[in-house]
C-alpha cells in the first residue's frame, strides 16, 4: 500500500527566510508525485507533478525536487502569502495517496 | 466560473438525519472523486467515477452512496448519519488517461453531525 509521510508538521518563518519541506513515500511504481496548495476553508490546488527521480519544478519561489524515496519542496525568500497548507500525495488520479501535510505559517 | 463547485459549503445536522451534498463540474473531465478531510486534515479517497460508472470504492460504509446523474455531476447521500462523520468532503475531477493528472477540487463542505 502507498504511504507517504510529510515533515515537519508545522513550520513558522520569517519572511524572507528559505526552507525546505519534506514528503518521503513509499509505492509500489511511482506513477506520479504530486504537491497541493490548501488554504483554509478551501480546497487543494494543484502545484506540481513530479514522475521520476532527478526531475525538477519550478514556480516563483516554490521548487520541487524528487529522489526514489523522497521529494522536497524548497521554498525561497518567502512572502506571507506563501503561508498555507502544503500537500503531497502519490499515485495516478485513479487514487492518490495524501500525506497529512505541513502547515507553513511565514511571519511578515 | 468556478470548475467544480459544491453545495452546501457546510452543513450541520443531527445523528440519524439523511443528507446529500451535490456537485458539478463545468471542466469536461471524465472523472469525478469524492474525497474526505478529517480533523487533522487527512485527505483519503472515498470514491471514484468514471463516465458515471463507480471505479473506485473505498471501504466506506454503505451509509455513504454515490450518484452521477451525467459525467458532470456526482452527488453524495448519506444516510443516518453519525458523529464521526463530521469532516471536510471534498469533489475533485479530472480527465481520464492522461498522465498529466492535473486535479481540479471543490471548495469543500463542512459536515458537522451533532
Known amino acids: 500500500e502507498d504511504q507517504v509521510t510529510q515533515s515537519p508538521e508545522a513550520l513558522r518563518l520569517q519572511e524572507g527566510e528559505s526552507s525546505s519541506l519534506n514528503c518521503s513515500y513509499t509505492?509500489?511504481?511511482?506513477?506520479?508525485l504530486f504537491w497541493y496548495r490548501q488554504d483554509p476553508g478551501k480546497g487543494p490546488e494543484f502545484l506540481f507533478t513530479?514522475?521520476?527521480a532527478g526531475e525538477e519544478k519550478e514556480k516563483e519561489r516554490l521548487k520541487a525536487t524528487i529522489t526514489k524515496k523522497e521529494s522536497f519542496l524548497h521554498i525561497t525568500a518567502p512572502k506571507p502569502e506563501d503561508s498555507a497548507t502544503y500537500l503531497c500525495a502519490v499515485g495516478a488520479m485513479k487514487k492518490l495517496t495524501f500525506g497529512t501535510g505541513t502547515r507553513l505559517t511565514i511571519i511578515p | 466560473d468556478t470548475a467544480v463547485s459544491q453545495t452546501p459549503k457546510y452543513l450541520v445536522t443531527q445523528m440519524g438525519n439523511d443528507k446529500s451534498i451535490k456537485c458539478e463540474q463545468n471542466l469536461g473531465h471524465d472523472t469525478m472523486y469524492w474525497y474526505k478531510q478529517d480533523s487533522k486534515k487527512f485527505l483519503k479517497i472515498m470514491f471514484s467515477?468514471?463516465?458515471?460508472?463507480?471505479?473506485i470504492n473505498e471501504t466506506v460504509p454503505n451509509r455513504f452512496s454515490p450518484k452521477s446523474p451525467d459525467k458532470a455531476h456526482l452527488n453524495l447521500h448519506i444516510n443516518s448519519l453519525e458523529l464521526g462523520d463530521s469532516a471536510v468532503y471534498f469533489c475533485a475531477s479530472t480527465p481520464l488517461l492522461r498522465r498529466n493528472t492535473e486535479a481540479f477540487f471543490g471548495q469543500g463542505t463542512r459536515l458537522t453531525v451533532v
Open positions: 467515477y468514471n463516465n458515471k460508472e463507480l471505479i
Open positions: 513530479l514522475y521520476s
Open positions: 509505492v509500489s511504481g511511482l506513477r506520479g
